[in-house]
DNA sequence: GATGAATGAGGTTTCATTCAT
DNA sequence: AATGAATGAAACCTCATTCAT
């Protein structure tokens, strides 16, 4: 049970944590390339020799942020696909929760989707594959719960699970990208069902459609331009 | 309006262009901190000097070097939303044509992946963005698509037209990396039916759903785990 | 005068040598200037500010290191010089003591060859200037003995004594560093005769020389190629 | 023939040595590691970053620097041992290069000691390793002398040519440092035949000694003090 | 007009030393 | 008295940019 902590070790936990936060702030506003070690002990309030106590150099400070970051980032998630409730209620449940998550960590965001995504500037492959294998390892957990879905008969089976699961978190990516660049254009991000309706209703309106042909059904909202 | 150039106004557009074409080779290799003008001019085969004929200074370069990617890229995309055919087919049309934009122009698109939706990494805010400006104006072309769709009545008001725009674009994009990243895991984004399919058919299988009760619709797929 | 020293003097001093072992070691492997006292602390098994408690900083250590290991050496080596026997028993027996010593102590020969012939790399002009002088200075002990063998007319007075002194010595040097580096090739720094030899035979078979016509002499091994 | 060099190449050659003439001073006064590359470009009257045009690092540079005067020291002492005349004038010649190069060049000569003997402050194993094997290299061409001498006979065989070579050559260097550090002790360095001698005469005037009872032999001087 | 040698600011990192605990 | 975390000066090296040829 639970490791009590020295008031030495804890004091140095602190430290270590301030230090990352200086550095989270900076690398997010201004990019890894643009921020120097001086510029993250000025403002973590340190000596530049202190960083170096911590961390091996600089780039094991980057991969140290980033990395604990996804581990917290992944537990919430992991916790709200594991909550109560049918498939659909984890479904509305990740997406709260990953909308929730990202505004309330908007810099590190924006590494993050540097990292797991883009791939010109970063540091430095080794990082980029970690993350890239953490995420795709994590969909399978989202995965899952379509297909749970399509075995209890909740979800129908338009894609396989994986791909939904890839393309749902994508789309919830683009609506926060999208709310945190144009507010105004896109006001709904932590509107869960604003976005799953994407995926729960059909876009198509053909003749084929049984019976339906195009009406608004039930649970489904209309969207003006 | 034919633009006659001198055979000397050709040459320089040339150089301009093997300029161009090293660089986007290093920095999609390697990125654009890890590569130096050094390296950019002996692949080009000119003299430092030269590049800065053209250029005013790297990222001079660099920012030319992406903007008139995504003139071309852009200009394609746009052909496939004024085609011929209805709403749906102009769908398909976009769909086919920036995947196969982008496996022919993989470099750039790892590029523009890290500048248009990463952060940390970049350059300049300017670029950046120029870019997301460039690229939310785009995708009012694409909503314009989905607001005649409905016009027509034939796609349903899921969402509004430019959040459907931007999520079908997040869905291609991260389908290509999925593909990229793990072809075994997903490999079909040439397939424009398994992206849109997302979209065209509803997940939702609920029982409101009017007499279609989970059933598969006509014209969709069905996949297995 | 017994200097009876306290049990807290015997501990420092016990200490003391305990940090210039440590140190000998680590700066004899790896060379002044790589070592930090991080390490020496570490090795030693004290916190690096206990260091400074004996030592006013790197240096001084270093010089301490030095100076100390020389007492001792000179020490063993006077006594070899102020043993019983005439002047060519002290001769073998300085050379016997200084070449058992040197492969007790290889560690420190290389630092005190550094420190004392080399120049470079060394640590201040200070050290070396007192380790210079003491150099010659102890010379003249050596050199004494030369000068009593030419007034007792053992020895011939072929070259003034300090020159034969400091001859003989860096003699006794070239022969530990051969040794050292390819025991192969001369396999007897611990044969003072083959090392005396050379001073006592006169390599010249000058018709000149009364008589012996380049023949062996009395007590003269004959080395082929 | 004989490489004409482009004006360029000839410029290249003159800066770096002047780099190296700088490099050379500055170490010889200092050692290696109290001397900056930013000391080295001042007093070259270069930028730092012209210094890594030449070398790669302040290693490589001084690894030329030891490197290409060893090439010249060499390249005299060998001329000395082909040149005309017996054995004895050959080591005659020899030691009287070997001295006056030195003083020529004292700088350097100190630098080289350090590297060859000592051990303890080099920067390599690699450059100190390379100079030893130089080193043991070059003695076999002083060692051959005193081979032809024995064949010839004109020296007698006191001891192994090999090592008889390296004791001549350290008692030069003995001889050297003595008079540099000392030269009221030791005037006369540039005597070949002050260091000869103590070779080619015996130094014991044992009653054994054929007939010539500790007398001074022909051609032999007498040191008193 | 093209060249590429030269520049030097600025980056990361090390480590001797101090001093509060 | 002993500790070792914190300090920050100073080292090496890179590379965007300039400008004389």
Request: net charge neutral; charged share 20%; proline share 0%.
């Given at each position: 049970m639970p490791e009590k902590l020295s008031r030495r070790e804890r004091d140095r936990l602190r430290q270590r944590q301030e230090i990352l936060a200086a550095a989270l702030e900076?690398?997010?506003q201004?990019?890894?390339h643009r921020i120097s070690m001086q510029e993250i002990?000025?403002?973590a309030e340190f000596a530049i020799g202190t960083l170096y106590k911590f961390f091996r150099n600089k780039e094991e400070l980057y991969k140290a942020l980033v990395l604990e970051q996804c581990d917290h980032f992944e537990a919430e998630l992991l916790q709200a696909l594991t909550g109560a409730g049918d498939e659909i209620a984890k479904l509305r449940a990740y997406v709260q929760v990953k909308v929730a998550w990202?505004?309330?960590n908007l810099p590190f965001v924006r590494l993050f989707l540097a990292e797991s995504r883009g791939a010109s500037f970063n540091l430095k492959a080794s990082l980029e594959d970690d993350l890239r294998q953490r995420y795709y390892a994590f969909m399978e957990n989202?995965?899952?719960v379509f297909a749970q879905g399509f075995s209890s008969g909740r979800l129908r089976r338009i894609a396989p699970p994986y791909f939904l699961a890839v393309a749902l978190d994508s789309v919830i990516d683009a609506s926060l990208?999208?709310?945190?660049?144009?507010p105004e254009r896109h006001p709904y991000p932590d509107d869960p069902?604003?976005?799953?309706?994407?995926?729960f209703h059909g876009l198509l309106a053909s003749q084929d459609r049984a019976g339906a042909g195009g009406q608004q059904l039930p649970g489904e909202r209309v969207y003006e331009k």
């Open positions: 900076l690398f997010a201004r990019g890894y002990a000025e403002k990202c505004q309330r989202l995965a899952q990208l999208l709310w945190l660049d144009a069902d604003a976005i799953l309706g994407l995926f």
